[in-house]
């Protein structure tokens, strides 16, 4: 895929997430790596409204996150620079506001085992990052170390993150998680859920991992 039409896929995967209720206006941000061997990417913009970003609003990054060429990148580029240096599977990466992992994450809690689609996000738990102020450097050590064998996670205070292979299995994973901090928020109303155990778990785990393998 051309730098051109990744930042095309890229700017389309933002609009989606305002119209898939998973960000606001300008809030959240989306991501591509440019190539598989390089932490280069293709960042949405800053303060910019999401549902009207084209390919060519698009900050380019080089592998030491220098911009290249024109524009401001998000705020957040310093998690999504991260996410490519510490794993090589990372093509894409999608940050959001979006209301139920928002509220679940101004708890600081992780999302336990309640249901087997949490292993989506590679383990039996997805965790919260450690709360630390948007677009720091200290942030982007929170998430890292929150994504520590996993795919996606809640930030403190904040949203999510989530990557993927590209920005439309990114986009899939962050959808997942948030219908999951809404069902798991629900469920916590009526009682506290029973949770799956290691075991059950582990099995779902590698029932994913063969079905990634295929696909």
Known sequence: MTPA???GEVARVARDSVALGLNQGSSGNVSARLAADSAALVITPS?????ELTD??????????NVVGDGRPSSEWRFHHAIYHRFA???????????????????????PPFHY?????????IRCARYATF????LSDAVLDALDGRRACLMANHGLV??????????????EVEALCGQ?????????????????????LDRFRAYRARS
């Not at 060519?56 to 996150?65: E, F, I, K, P, S």
């Not at 599977?89 to 999302?111: M, N, T």
């Not at 677009?135 to 200290?138: D, E, L, P």
């Not at 798991?184 to 779902?204: D, F, H, K, S, W």
């Open 184 to 204: 798991y928020l629900r469920a916590r109303q009526i009682g506290e859920p029973v949770l799956l155990n290691t075991a059950e778990m582990a099995e779902v």
């Open 47 to 51: 303060a910019r409204d999401m549902r």
């Open 56 to 65: 060519t609003d698009m900050v380019r990054l080089d592998a030491a996150g």
């Open 162 to 175: 989530a990557w993927g292979a590209d920005p439309a299995d990114a986009l899939a994973l962050a959808l």
């Open 117 to 125: 689609m949490v292993a989506l996000a590679g383990g039996d738990d």
């Open 89 to 111: 599977e990372a093509g894409a990466v999608v940050h959001a506001h979006s209301p139920f992992a928002v509220a679940l994450s101004c708890l600081r809690q992780p999302i």
């Open 135 to 138: 677009g720091s450097q200290a």
């Open 5 to 7: 039409t990744l930042a």
